[in-house]
């Protein structure tokens, strides 16, 4: 295929041809079949569309020029900056049909594997303690972001992805349009963002229980508070003040620790006196996200979630202490890899890879074993647990790596019936509110 003449890409790093050869000469949603992945219809805002590009996947986005911009630019700092998000692929401009009738211009991002819309974590009906565990995430999600002086301006279920992290989930952003960075968030940006969010979340919960998708018991108000609840509760421990007497100098380490636990480095932080009455107060000055996943990276390698890394880890240790607990620990990380880890990866069947990352099903392998454990009375080991955790557990799961390039019948009647609606909007092929 020949490159449209006048077509203009932004892209970092080197332009694969593929991206080129792509149909820019046509509305996106007029692409020929073979080069879409095919999602379901619905309502949006946006024409959306996912393609295939060599071996992986992207999402293309048709907005205005200056969004495309401003959004591309927007992914590329906050890729840079370590936040959770999309990484952005090229903004296109410059496009127009073969009689020269301009089109409009693209975002192009990388398609996360094995992420999730939150319409489709389940498949029938959204329970409250898996609502309340997304909500968890997402406050963790706008928490991480602020910290680093991002204003999201459009905070929403629907502007976010989810995977799976060890029986929770982390949450990644997937759209910057609105979306500003500064030094530093005001107590007002953060408090505005907060009060969009509060509301943008009740809302979509309306509409998943007007569609049936979630318990009946679910308060679509309450539970935005408790969005509400989990930010303040992070920020404050992320970034308030512990007042210690001089002596009490174990405070210090007992806060960092609680915020190791909680995932986070510390990097930097102040001691300074409170008042006359000789009290210091600590305040944490630098917090950096991913506690656990650089001390599983560093050991073995491995890149996963924060949740996954700590349940990792402590497989890990369990294997250093009953083959050598006085050994080293890297040695034994290395070992635990070798032996343990990439094995048991290597004996699940090619067809049900896609079920799970291999981090997930490592920690829900570990989740099984316990189980017949428990129901045998004895030890089990993890190559004996492995044949019933493939046959009873992962080939029920729907393949969460391609979801969103093929979504089941029932995630599809789904969206199309809790598509929400949000002003004038045209009807497209795919739901950009729900699948992007």
């Not at 929403?156 to 530093?184: C, I, M, Q, W």
């Not at 969005?227 to 806060?255: C, M, N, S």
Request: charged residues 25%; contains cysteine; glycine residues 6%.
């Amino acid at each position: 295929m020949t490159t449209a003449p006048g077509l203009s890409l932004t892209a970092s790093g080197t332009i694969p041809q593929e991206l080129l050869d792509l149909p820019w000469q046509l509305p996106l949603q007029e692409w020929p079949e073979d080069v879409i992945a095919a999602l379901p219809r619905g309502i949006s805002r946006h024409i959306v569309r996912f393609a295939y590009l060599g071996g992986s996947v992207i999402a293309i986005k048709e907005t205005s020029e200056r969004a495309a911009r401003h959004e591309y630019r927007m992914l590329r700092r906050l890729g840079r900056l370590g936040a959770p998000c999309v990484k952005p692929v090229a903004e296109v401009n410059g496009r127009a049909a073969e009689d020269g009738t301009e089109l409009t211009p693209a975002l192009v991002t990388r398609h996360l594997r094995f992420s999730l819309p939150y319409r489709a974590v389940f498949n029938q009906m959204m329970r409250k303690e898996t609502l309340h565990r997304l909500i968890d995430a997402q406050a963790l999600l706008m928490v991480e972001l602020h910290l680093i002086g991002f204003y999201w301006g459009d905070v929403s279920l629907s502007n976010t992805l989810f995977r799976r992290d060890a029986g929770k989930f982390a949450a990644y952003l997937v759209d910057a349009e609105t979306g500003e960075l500064h030094p530093e968030l005001s107590s007002g940006q953060r408090e505005y963002d907060l009060d969009v969010a509060q509301v943008n979340i009740a809302g979509e919960l309306m509409d998943l229980m007007e569609g049936g998708m979630i318990d009946e018991d679910v308060d679509p108000v309450a539970t935005s508070h408790q969005f509400i609840d989990a930010y303040r509760g992070l920020w404050q421990e992320l970034t308030g003040d512990t007042a210690f007497d001089p002596d009490q100098q174990w405070l210090v380490e007992e806060r960092i620790r609680r915020l190791n636990e909680l995932g986070f480095d510390v990097e930097e932080y102040d001691i300074r006196s409170a008042s006359a009455d000789g009290k210091l107060l600590l305040r944490p000055k630098v917090v950096d996200p991913g506690h656990h996943q650089r001390r599983l990276m560093n050991l073995t390698g491995l890149d996963v979630q924060e949740n996954q890394a700590r349940r990792l880890l402590g497989a890990i240790d369990a294997y250093r202490a009953q083959h050598d607990p006085h050994g080293d620990e890297a040695v034994a990380a290395h070992m635990w890899t070798q032996q343990v880890f990439q094995p048991i990866i290597a004996q699940i069947p090619r067809e049900l890879r896609d079920k799970l990352e291999p981090a997930e099903l490592m920690h829900q392998l570990i989740d099984h074993r316990w189980k017949l454990s428990e129901q045998q009375g004895q030890d089990v080991a993890l190559t004996d647990a492995l044949p019933s955790f493939i046959d009873e557990v992962l080939r029920t799961y729907r393949d969460e790596a391609t979801l969103m390039i093929d979504p089941p019948t029932d995630v599809i009647e789904q969206m199309e019936r809790g598509a929400p609606e949000s002003g004038p909007i045209d009807v497209v092929g795919e739901d950009d509110s729900a699948w992007y």
